[in-house]
């Protein structure tokens, strides 16, 4: 189970920070990251973190705004936004990769969160 939370409105220019419970996820895991999605279009990876080394992974977008973490003592992942921005908006997904084909795009992970909604005011 994955629970993500820390979604709401917040103004462009600002920031937030997302959390994505994983604590009762009892499946082993190759990758863990974000995902977002707006209306009509495809869910898109944000940011994820690979298990075996730590690396991560930064959508173009985001890259030097977003930072993502996770605190394995509570396995709770993290995604702190800064400088949003409008094209920010969307519900943002937690997710897994459980197979060690798995990568940081809707079609690579295999367990998904309900999400959590960003609004964003300019």
């Known amino acids: 189970q994955l629970v993500e939370s820390g979604g709401g409105l917040v103004q462009a220019g600002g920031s937030l920070r997302l959390s994505c419970d994983a604590s009762?996820?009892?499946?082993?895991?190759?990758?863990i990251g974000w995902f977002r999605q707006v209306p009509g279009k495809q869910r898109e990876g944000v940011s994820c973190?690979?298990?075996?080394?730590?690396?991560?992974y930064y959508a173009d977008s985001v890259k030097g705004r977003f930072t993502i973490s996770i605190d394995k003592t509570n396995n709770t992942l993290y995604l702190q936004m800064n400088n949003v921005r409008p094209e920010d908006a969307a519900t943002y997904y937690c997710?897994?990769?459980?197979?060690?084909?798995?990568?940081?795009?809707?079609?690579?992970?295999?367990?998904w969160g309900k999400g959590t909604l960003v609004t964003v005011s300019s």
């Open positions: 997710a897994t990769g459980t197979t060690k084909s798995w990568y940081c795009a809707f079609y690579g992970m295999d367990y």
């Open positions: 973190i690979y298990s075996s080394d730590g690396k991560k």
């Open positions: 009762k996820f009892t499946r082993n895991y190759y990758g």
